[in-house]
């Protein structure tokens, strides 16, 4: 996710994330439940937002990238 630099800190990336989230939790395909994604380690302002719905770091990382994920 990425939202221009000139519109960071004004909700968007919120709402984005809360639409993004309410789409999947329709099931749009299929019974899934598990919602995955990665954050590098050095962004604490993604990985703050991702934690303030909900999303847990797994543990799982790749290079300086972590694991997130949410269960809806
Ligand atoms: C991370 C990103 C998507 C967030 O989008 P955004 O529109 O700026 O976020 P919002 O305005 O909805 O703010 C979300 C939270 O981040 C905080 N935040 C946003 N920009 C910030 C900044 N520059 N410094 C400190 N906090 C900031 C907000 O205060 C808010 O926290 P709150 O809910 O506790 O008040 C955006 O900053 C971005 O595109 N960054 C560059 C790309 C990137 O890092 N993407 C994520 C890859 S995993």
New binding site residues.
Partial sequence: ?????S???????????DLVLDYIRTKPFGDSGRVA????KN?P??????E?RGFSVTGVEDDDEIELVLTV
Avoid at 45 to 50: G, K
């Fill in positions: 996710m990425m939202i221009d630099e519109m960071q800190g004004k909700g968007c990336g919120s709402d984005a994330l994604l990665t954050c590098n962004n302002i993604a990985r703050r937002l991702y303030s």
